[in-house]
C-alpha cells in the first residue's frame, strides 16, 4: 500500500474514531449538559498538556520559528474569538464558536501530518497515526460540550463537532496526500507550533473560565486528571514511536554499517525532526565493527 492510500486509511479511521466518541457523547448527552464546566477543565488540562508536551516541542524540532508560529496561533486564537463574537448572535454562542473553529483548524493540520509522516517511511506515519487518534476523542469531546454549552440541539452539536474534529481532518489529508512530494518537514513543524498557540489560547481564554463557573475547588482536580491523561497519551505515543524506529533500525543492522546524514526524519512523537540536520550535502561514512572511522 503507497503512502497516499494509507494516509486516507488513517484519516478514515480518525473520522472513525470521532464519529465513534460522538456516538458516546451523543447517548450521555444529558450527563455532559449537567457536568459540562467539569468536562471543560478536564479537556483544559488535557489540551494545555498536547500542545505544550507534544505539539511545541515537535515545532521546535523541526521549524528555525517555532516560537514565533506559537505565538502567532496565540494572535490567531485572539483572531478567531473576535471573529465569532461578530458572526455569533450572542455571547455564549461566540465563546463556544472560537475553540471549535481552533479545534477544527488543529484537526486540519493532523491530516497534513499524516501526509508528511507516510511520505517519509511506513515506521513514522505508523508511529504519527497511532498517537494522532489518541488524541481524537479529546477534540471531538471538547467540541460537542462547548457546542451544548452554546445552546445547540445535541444532535447538531454532534455534527458539527463530527465537521470540526473528523471530516476536517479527513478532508485535508485527502487534498494534501497526492502533493505530499511538495510540502516540507518544516512547514509542518511550523504548523504545529501554530496549532499549539491556538489550542493554549483556546484552554486559557474559554475552557478554563468555563471551567470556574462550576466552582474552583471541583474544577482544579478535573484539570490536573487532564494534564495526567494528556502525559500519559504522549508517553504512549513517543514509546510506540521509538519501539517502531528501534525495530526498523534492527532489520538494517549490518556488521560493516553505512551511517548516512541525509534529509530530515520524523522525530520522536510523530513530527519531523530538526531542519537543522537537512543542511549541506549528504554524507556517508563507513563504519567498522570496532567502532573506528576511516
Not at 445552546?151 to 476536517?168: I, L, M, Y
Request: one cysteine or more; charged letters at 10%.
Amino acid at each position: 500500500m503507497d503512502s497516499v492510500a494509507l494516509t486516507l486509511v488513517f484519516a478514515l479511521l480518525a473520522a472513525g474514531v470521532v464519529l465513534l466518541t460522538l456516538a458516546g457523547m451523543r447517548f450521555a448527552a444529558r450527563y455532559t449538559r449537567a457536568h459540562s464546566p467539569l468536562l471543560a477543565a478536564f479537556s483544559a488540562g488535557l489540551l494545555l498538556t498536547i500542545a505544550i508536551l507534544h505539539l511545541i516541542p515537535e515545532s521546535l524540532a523541526g521549524s528555525d520559528i517555532a516560537l514565533w508560529m506559537v505565538a502567532a496561533g496565540l494572535g490567531l486564537g485572539i483572531v478567531l474569538r473576535s471573529l465569532s463574537a461578530r458572526i455569533a448572535p450572542d455571547r455564549v454562542k461566540a465563546a463556544a464558536m472560537a475553540p471549535v473553529f481552533a479545534i477544527a483548524l488543529h484537526a486540519s493540520f493532523d491530516g497534513l501530518t499524516y501526509t508528511i509522516a507516510f511520505a517519509s517511511d511506513s515506521f513514522s506515519g505508523l508511529a504519527a497515526g497511532a498517537g494522532l487518534l489518541l488524541h481524537k476523542p479529546a477534540d471531538a469531546a471538547v467540541c460537542f460540550i462547548l457546542l451544548q454549552r452554546a445552546g445547540v440541539s445535541d444532535g447538531r452539536a454532534a455534527f458539527w463537532s463530527f465537521v470540526a474534529a473528523g471530516a476536517s481532518t479527513l478532508v485535508f489529508a485527502g487534498i494534501t496526500a497526492p502533493f505530499a512530494g511538495a510540502l516540507s518537514p518544516a512547514l509542518v513543524a511550523g504548523l504545529l507550533g501554530l496549532a499549539a498557540g491556538v489550542l493554549i489560547h483556546v484552554s486559557a481564554a474559554h475552557l478554563l473560565v468555563h471551567a470556574r463557573t462550576g466552582g474552583l475547588r471541583r474544577a482544579a482536580p478535573m484539570v490536573v486528571l487532564g494534564i495526567v491523561a494528556a502525559t500519559g497519551l504522549t508517553a504512549a505515543h513517543r514509546a510506540g514511536h521509538d519501539h517502531h524506529h528501534h525495530a526498523h533500525d534492527h532489520d538494517h543492522a549490518h556488521d560493516d554499517a553505512l551511517v548516512i546524514s541525509a534529509a530530515p526524519h520524523f522525530g520522536p512523537v510523530g513530527g519531523p525532526a530538526s531542519s537543522r540536520n537537512a543542511s549541506g550535502p549528504a554524507s556517508v561514512h563507513r563504519v567498522s565493527q570496532s567502532g573506528e572511522q576511516p
